[in-house]
């Protein structure tokens, strides 16, 4: 490796891809690329080639994280179609990789690595694998996928019209679709889902805020001094009525925000009042913060034509937290559908459907359960829209 990896949420290259826009011309870009080059792989390239000229001569090949473990296990330098899109190198339109991209940042060709499916053989490990991790030589390479459209596969949302969420230290909702669309502002993403093939087309339109998990954990460092877990947090914030008696919570604060046009408005506290508000409001109100942003972000996946009326979700992160379930389905009217996975249970259904241990699709997914169902609470609905406004009403103040 020359130099540490820059990763997702890093705002460095925002300038860069705002530029490429234009000179690319905004509707040839989206309509074969569906999105702008942003402060994508491409455009953080890009920065690297502007300001450490140094390392860039040095390039052999680029890669993203889980290519470059391929390639430790195999000794072959690959990417596949989905990651490639998700660098804003992928020619939805002609269905091959987006040379004009790379010609616009001076990104030779030779520097991006052959591209395989997500799920299917793309290489086998080899003898110094066998010696310094004991897998043996031989043994397939057989699925890769990003972390978004991966956890879309833990939960088996693959079809048309299906959607999944996560709340990790970003939050994402994830729908599948059929169609080559694209967000004018990108504002939200569309990437090459796992399963795509240029017959059978799948893409994935991403929803990506930055600024959910990582609010919350900075919460329970700052201001509860790491001496709740989890599950007190969230038994506490639940001992606060919805609305957080007028308190609320803007989590942006991690980079630049897609949704917001790559703008950054900051993480607050706002209405905090020293004679009312307690710890749990505090928590309560970041919940329901992270919530609202989802519900923005949701209202801009529907102008779109995306019905996240169902979300599926599995058990981990934020959506451990019955009151986070509760609040974004009371906000979104959608139903969440809370399963017994993760994106690690899914990675390895995924690597035994593409090596062949699994036959079918069904087969790798027998054993996915529903844990639970949450519908909208109507009798909270009324305060969150009213709390819901108010947080929008701040976040517009803050991007003046």
């Known amino acids: 490796p020359l130099r540490r990896s820059i990763i997702w949420c890093d705002s460095r290259a925002v300038g860069l891809g705002a530029e490429a826009f234009d000179a690319l011309d905004r509707d040839r870009c989206l309509r074969h690329v ?26 052999y090949k680029f890669m993203l994280p889980g290519d470059y473990i391929a390639y430790r296990l195999s000794g072959r330098m690959s ?4 990651g490639l899109s998700e660098q804003i190198l992928w020619d939805f339109k002609e269905e091959r990789r987006a040379d004009f991209v790379a010609d616009r940042y001076g990104i030779p060709h030779a520097m991006i ?9 793309q290489a086998h490990t080899d003898a110094a694998t066998e010696r310094e991790l004991g897998i043996p030589a031989g043994t397939p390479i057989s699925y890769r996928a990003g972390d978004q459209p991966n956890n879309a596969f833990s939960l088996n949302v693959m079809e048309a019209g299906e959607v999944a969420a996560t709340g990790g230290t970003s939050g994402v909702v994830y729908g ?8 004018p502002q990108s504002r939200v993403n569309t990437f090459v889902h796992v399963n795509h093939t240029a017959s059978n087309p799948r893409y994935g339109i991403l929803l990506c805020i930055n ?63 020293l004679n ?27 102008g779109l034509g995306v019905r ?28 969440i559908e809370l399963f017994n996975t993760d994106g690690a249970l899914g990675a390895a259904r995924g690597a035994a459907l593409g090596a062949g241990y699994y036959k079918t699709r069904g087969e790798a997914f027998a054993a996915l359960r529903r844990l639970e169902v949450v519908e909208p609470a109507e009798a909270d609905r009324e305060t969150l829209e009213e709390g819901y406004r108010a947080w929008v009403r701040e976040v517009e103040k803050r991007m003046e």
């Open 276 to 302: 009312r508000h307690t710890t749990a409001h505090i928590l309560r109100a970041t919940q329901e913060g992270i919530a609202y942003s989802f519900r923005y972000g949701i209202d801009i996946m529907r």
């Open 34 to 59: 569906l999105n702008s080059p942003g402060n994508f792989t491409a455009s953080k390239l890009a920065w690297v080639k502007r300001n450490e000229p140094e390392i860039f001569a040095k390039i």
């Open 176 to 183: 599948v679709t059929d169609k080559r669309q694209a967000d």
């Open 211 to 273: 600024g959910t998990g990582i609010m919350n954990s900075w919460i329970r460092r700052n201001v509860t001094q790491e001496t709740l877990d989890y599950a007190e947090m969230n038994r506490q914030a639940a001992s606060v009525p919805a609305g957080s008696e007028g308190l609320s919570v803007v989590p942006f604060g991690n980079g630049a925000e897609r949704m917001l046009c790559n703008r950054c408005p900051r993480a607050g506290i706002i209405g905090l009042d």
């Open 113 to 121: 690595p052959d591209a395989d499916v997500s799920i299917g053989i």
């Open 79 to 82: 990417t596949s179609i989905s």
């Open 308 to 335: 996240p009326d169902v979300i599926r979700a599995g058990a981990a992160n934020l959506f451990l937290s019955p009151l986070f379930r509760q609040t974004l389905s009371t906000l979104t009217g959608a139903r």
